[in-house]
C-alpha cells in the first residue's frame, strides 16, 4: 500500500466535504443529539455535533462512506470542536478524549466497510483518516473585551494541554494524519502544533504526516488575527508540515488568487477547501456541485495545488464532481524556495 506521499507525487488527493452540512440534513432533534446515555445531561445538547460520534455513530460512519463513495481520499474526523476548552460550553470538557476516539472510530470503521466492497483500492493507497483540530473558540491573540486591549480569555498552556489531550486520543483511536484546520489565529495555531510534536516525543511513536490549513477572513486577504498568507506560511513553516493551505470562509471563486499565492510560497504541498461560495441571506450555500468543480479544475490545470475538496456548504455531489474535474490532472510541483530554517 502506497504512503500519502508518494501518491501525492503521483497525482492530485481529494479531501472531505464539510461535516455539518450534512448532519443539518437529518434535522436532529435534542433527544437525537442526547441518545440514552446523556438524557438527564444538566446543559442542551442540540448542536453539539462531535458528541454524535458517541450518541449516533452510525450516522456519521454514513457521512463519512458517502464521501468515500464520492471519491475522497482524506476523511476528517467529526472532532472540529472536540477538545476540551470548546467542549465546556456543553459542560463536556471531561468527555473530550472519549469523543475524539470514538469520532476515529467510526472513520476507520467507514474505510474499512469501504475497502470491503472496493478492495481494489487498497492496493491502490488510501483511503486515509485525518484527525481534525478545529480553531477552538477562545483565541490567544485577540482580545475578548473591547475595552482592554490586553486582555485574553485562555493562556497558551491551557490551549496546547487542550489540543493534547486531542491529540493522543485521535492517534491512539487509530488515524493516519492530523490536520490542524480553520486557523484564523496562528497563535492557537503554534499551540497546537506544539502539542502534536510535545505528543509524538514524549510517546516514542512515529511522527504522523501534519496537514496544516487556515483561513482568509475578507478580501484584504488576511487572517482574522491580522497575518498576511505570507506571514501566516512563514509562522508554521517550522513544523514541516506535509501540506499547507486554506478552507472556510470564502467560496472557490474568492479564494483563488490566495490559493496562487501560496502555490508560489510553500516548500510542501498545497491544499484548498473552499465553502460552496458565499452564504446567502439565510447562511445557506447555493453554488452547485459544477460550478466548485469549474473553479477547482482551473487551479488545477495552472499547477496550484495538490489536495482539494470542500468546506462548510459542499456535499458529497461536489466532492463527486470535484474529483472527477482534477482525476486527471497532474499535481503541483513542489518548487525549491530559499529558506532560512535549516
Known sequence: MKDISTLLRERILVIDGAMGTMIQR??????DYRGTRFADWP???????????I?????????????????????????FNAQAVSMADYNMSELSAEINTAAAHCARAAVDLYLQQHPERAHAGGPFVAGALG????????????????????????VAAAYLEQVMALVEGGVDLLL??????????????????????E????????????TITDASGR????QTLEAFYIS?????????????????????QHIEELSQLAGCYTSAYPNAGLPNALGEYDEEPHQTAHFIEEWAQRGYVNIVGGCCGTTPDHIRHIAQAVKQLQPRSIPIIETAIG
Open 26 to 31: 437529518r434535522k436532529l432533534q435534542e433527544a
Open 43 to 53: 446543559s442542551d445538547l442540540k448542536g453539539n455535533n462531535d458528541l454524535l460520534c
Open 55 to 79: 450518541t449516533q455513530p452510525e450516522i456519521i460512519r454514513n457521512i463519512h462512506l458517502q464521501y468515500l463513495e464520492a471519491g475522497a481520499d482524506i476523511i476528517e474526523t467529526n472532532t
Open 135 to 158: 480553531p477552538m473558540n477562545k483565541t490567544l491573540s485577540l482580545s475578548p473585551d473591547v475595552n482592554n486591549p490586553g486582555a485574553r480569555g485562555i493562556r497558551f498552556d491551557e
Open 180 to 201: 490542524i484546520e480553520t486557523i484564523f489565529d496562528t497563535l492557537n495555531a503554534k499551540a497546537a502544533i506544539y502539542a502534536v510534536k510535545k505528543y509524538f516525543r
Open 203 to 214: 510517546s516514542g511513536r512515529p511522527e504522523l504526516p501534519l496537514m496544516i490549513s487556515g
Open 223 to 226: 487572517t482574522l488575527s491580522g
Open 236 to 256: 508554521i513553516e517550522h513544523a514541516r508540515p506535509l501540506s499547507v493551505g486554506l478552507n472556510c470562509a470564502l467560496g472557490a471563486d474568492q479564494m483563488r
